[in-house]
């Protein structure tokens, strides 16, 4: 049974003023969104002691490991918008069934990803461009066989995370977040570079310690390997505390031994609301992939300009981005509620919030681009970076309101359960609309460069205008749950 108790801290969505709850909700997930970033970033320091082979060897990893969490986590946007719409419903014990049919469903993907991508990863490694028979193919086939032997732990934490913000409680995955960023940080280094040669001894002044510990243990760390590991213990206490939170009701969902055992329904419902955001999700790494592939037609200066452009970019609409989750539970409870009017204003809210502050924001890139830029790259080659990546912003980040906007929209469509459409329109606004434009300018004319980043700007106007425009229609807004909802094995709706 599912219900306020403990340490529920749940947002009340449904009722009262709009703005609040959504700020609320949303200022925890960027939070968090930047503590992955922090997260990512301990592990290319520490692994940068290394050298340049163990940092292309996680490099390589990542464009693997980052598609198959795109991939799994699409799932999660099922227990999501399952969960906010049965708490709008008020089909309280419907919600321990949903999020133990999420949790199984899920975990028991992550262990099929687990195992082929332990099997496949030297040949998805040479899929992405890694030489065989080199160092930095051996340490790639290291780290990524490591990364997806604790596939399951990361996706534990990620389903926790999304049962969670359906039930309105960002802070709880926020605090655990933060716990595992503060292991991961505190055990990296040692897992890493062992006793021997540690940074983290040197800097405090206690290399006397640490020669003996180096002598008593003889431990020089596992390398690369250690990132892997450090992650993934970092994330299997995450998830084991999640569970446990999961288990006891405190955090408003309890859970028990049967919910674990989804009905032929449920299972239904996860996949067919989760299999098109994972398609969704996947769409915008795939969609960066090809682009990346058209502006190395104009060079590796302008390569590094995108890669360095698109840091930025990420990091612009972070806001949007956290927004967006908020949104998406926002409208998922009121649908549940049948409150469509109030789902609607939640929308156009979280849209004009987004479309203020980044108006704001692009004034500031747009000034400030060649600066920007120039934080990121020194060197010979950093004058040609630092031109072509000012072109990228003040031409791309002109268009930043329009793209979070649309990430808003994307939002709203996945909480109504219409992930159909939003896959639909990430297709569209990111591939369709962005790589034919883009390669017919940066081929055939003599725009180079520039010409994909027009490419992309012209893509972010036209892919907001469309999706909002069938937002405007209202179609969405019948969700997917009835009201008071029967117990498990009685017949229902979605079953």
């Known amino acids: 049974m599912s219900g306020p108790r403990g340490s529920d801290r749940s947002v009340n969505v449904t009722d009262g003023p709009l703005l609040k709850p959504l700020f609320v909700l949303s200022i925890p997930i960027v939070l968090a969104n930047l503590l992955q970033?922090?997260?990512?970033?301990?592990?290319?320091?520490?692994?940068?002691?290394?050298?340049?082979?163990?940092?292309?060897?996680?490099?390589?990893?990542w464009a693997i490991v980052f598609l198959t969490i795109t991939l799994a986590a699409g799932f999660t946007v099922a227990g999501t918008v399952l969960v906010a719409q049965n708490k709008g419903?008020?089909?309280?014990?419907?919600?321990?069934?949903?999020?133990?049919?999420?949790?199984?469903?899920?975990?028991?993907?992550?262990?099929?990803?687990?195992?082929?991508?332990?099997?496949?990863?030297?040949?998805?490694?040479?899929?992405?461009?890694?030489?065989?028979?080199?160092?930095?193919?051996?340490?790639?086939?290291?780290?990524?066989?490591?990364?997806?032997?604790?596939?399951?732990?990361?996706f534990g934490f990620f389903i926790f995370q999304s049962l969670l913000q359906g039930w309105g409680d960002t802070r709880t995955p926020l605090y655990l977040m933060l716990l595992g960023v503060v292991l991961n940080v505190v055990i990296d280094p040692f897992l890493i570079l062992g006793f021997q040669n540690n940074l983290v001894f040197e800097v405090a002044g206690q290399t006397a310690l640490q020669s003996?510990?180096?002598?008593?243990?003889?431990?020089?760390?596992?390398?690369?390997?250690?990132?892997?590991?450090?992650?993934?213990?970092?994330?299997?206490?995450?998830?084991?505390?999640?569970?446990?939170?999961?288990?006891?009701?405190?955090?408003?969902?309890?859970?028990?031994?049967?919910?674990?055992?989804?009905?032929?329904?449920?299972?239904?419902?996860?996949?067919?609301?989760?299999?098109?955001?994972?398609?969704?999700?996947?769409?915008?790494?795939?969609?960066?992939?090809?682009?990346?592939?058209?502006?190395?037609?104009?060079g590796a200066e302008s390569v590094a300009a995108f890669g360095i452009g698109t840091r930025v970019t990420s990091l612009v609409v972070l806001p949007a981005l956290g927004l967006a989750r908020g949104t998406e539970t926002a409208v998922g409870q009121n649908l549940g509620a049948k409150q469509p009017g109030r789902a609607k204003r939640a929308v156009l809210a979280s849209a004009a919030v987004t479309a203020g502050v980044l108006a704001v924001v692009t004034v500031?890139?747009?000034?400030?681009?060649?600066?920007?830029?120039?934080?990121?790259?020194?060197?010979?080659?950093?004058?040609?970076?630092?031109?072509?990546?000012?072109?990228?912003?003040?031409?791309?980040?002109?268009?930043?309101?329009?793209?979070?906007?649309?990430?808003?929209?994307?939002?709203?469509?996945?909480?109504?359960?219409?992930?159909?459409?939003?896959?639909?329109?990430?297709?569209?606004?990111?591939?369709?609309?962005?790589?034919?434009?883009?390669?017919?300018?940066?081929?055939?004319?003599?725009?180079?460069?520039?010409?994909?980043?027009?490419?992309?700007?012209?893509?972010?106007?036209?892919?907001?205008?469309?999706?909002?425009?069938?937002?405007?229609?209202?179609?969405?807004?019948e969700g997917i749950v009835d009201r008071e909802r029967p117990g498990r094995g009685v017949p229902a709706a979605d079953d």
């Open 37 to 61: 970033v922090g997260y990512n970033l301990a592990d290319t320091f520490w692994v940068g002691r290394l050298g340049s082979d163990a940092v292309s060897a996680i490099s390589f990893s």
């Open 212 to 298: 003996s510990l180096y002598a008593t243990t003889g431990f020089s760390g596992f390398g690369v390997q250690g990132a892997a590991i450090a992650t993934i213990a970092s994330r299997g206490v995450g998830a084991a505390i999640a569970m446990g939170l999961l288990l006891s009701g405190r955090v408003g969902i309890q859970l028990d031994p049967t919910d674990f055992l989804p009905t032929r329904g449920i299972l239904r419902k996860i996949f067919r609301i989760g299999a098109p955001a994972s398609i969704e999700m996947s769409t915008q790494s795939l969609g960066v992939t090809i682009i990346t592939a058209l502006v190395a037609i104009a």
């Open 89 to 154: 419903a008020g089909n309280l014990d419907r919600i321990s069934e949903v999020a133990g049919g999420t949790i199984t469903f899920v975990v028991g993907l992550s262990v099929i990803f687990s195992i082929f991508g332990y099997a496949l990863a030297p040949w998805l490694l040479q899929l992405v461009g890694s030489t065989p028979g080199t160092e930095v193919f051996r340490l790639a086939v290291t780290y990524t066989r490591t990364m997806f032997l604790g596939i399951p732990f990361v």
């Open 364 to 477: 500031a890139v747009y000034v400030n681009a060649a600066a920007i830029i120039g934080f990121f790259i020194t060197g010979e080659a950093a004058a040609s970076v630092i031109a072509t990546g000012a072109d990228y912003l003040r031409i791309v980040g002109a268009t930043y309101v329009f793209l979070g906007v649309f990430h808003i929209v994307q939002g709203a469509y996945r909480g109504s359960g219409s992930t159909r459409i939003a896959m639909i329109f990430g297709i569209v606004g990111l591939i369709l609309l962005r790589v034919p434009p883009a390669y017919a300018l940066v081929a055939w004319s003599d725009l180079g460069a520039t010409g994909v980043w027009y490419g992309i700007a012209a893509a972010n106007v036209l892919m907001v205008l469309l999706s909002g425009a069938y937002l405007l229609r209202g179609t969405w807004t």
